[in-house]
């Protein structure tokens, strides 16, 4: 028998050996979002090799907080939805306490756009397909363009032209569409500094939270900036 980790029995070292590896945490938040086939997963977590990946999803299979099933679609088991709740605290705690400027140090457009597409949703007044393209116009040339096409009973998004008409653009920087999606600025507060501009059918643009969505954390409140957690990331990256 190999010999624990930390040399505890105290449930929270014995997790912290299972779970606490690099990656692990943000795999089951993708699990919990929905994300049940591996491509979709991996879009998620887009900086982790796809070989960790497959790895971190067969630690998690084999302890029975994930089930595969014969479709290849990875499906989390009771025990994996209840540490849900951990992985909830935690980005509750983080959205609350910790400096906004932590997340806005490096920003990756293609997985703010793969948490938009997860928060938007249909609304009636789409009348069948809404195609909306976004610009980001502070990053690349090959990766400022997306299309998020919002059907009914499903959401697609392309990092090349569909084909569809657009019926709204969005055309803003990396920054703003994160402190937008985050809560951390009003929307309103965004137009009105013309940091962001939305065009497109007047019912569709004049209230774009309605389909487009925000994090699940954004109705937490910050902490004061006096009281807020600073990191030093590269003292805790090294």
């Not at 610009?135 to 990092?159: A, G, N, P």
């Not at 962001?196 to 019912?203: E, F, M, Q, V």
Request: charged fraction near 30%; include cysteine.
């Amino acid at each position: 028998m190999s010999k624990s980790l930390y040399g505890q029995y105290c449930p929270i070292a014995i997790s912290l050996e299972l779970l606490g590896g690099r990656w692990t945490f943000l795999v089951i938040r993708e699990l919990l979002d929905g994300s049940c086939r591996f491509n979709d997963i991996h879009r998620g977590v887009p900086l982790m090799s796809r070989s960790l990946l497959s790895e971190r999803l067969k630690l998690l299979e084999a302890t029975k907080l994930v089930v595969r099933s014969s479709k290849a679609e990875y499906r989390l088991s009771e025990g994996g939805r209840a540490f849900g709740e951990v992985v909830k605290s935690m980005g509750a705690w983080g959205q609350e306490w910790l400096h906004t400027s932590v997340a806005l140090d490096e920003i990756d457009g293609g997985y703010l756009m793969w948490n938009i597409k997860k928060s938007s949703k249909w609304v009636e007044d789409m009348r069948g397909r809404c195609v909306v393209k976004f610009e980001f116009t502070d990053d690349d040339e090959k990766r400022r363009h997306h299309w998020l096409v919002i059907e009914e009973h499903d959401r697609d998004l392309c990092y090349v032209d569909p084909g569809y008409d657009v019926d709204v653009w969005v055309e803003t920087d990396l920054r703003t569409m994160v402190e937008v999606w985050m809560g951390w600025r009003p929307l309103d507060h965004a137009l009105r500094c013309r940091d962001l501009h939305i065009d497109g059918r007047k019912i569709l643009v004049n209230e774009p939270l309605r389909w487009m969505g925000q994090s699940p954390l954004s109705g937490l409140a910050k902490r004061p900036s006096e009281e807020r957690i600073g990191l030093l990331l590269e003292q805790v990256r090294a």
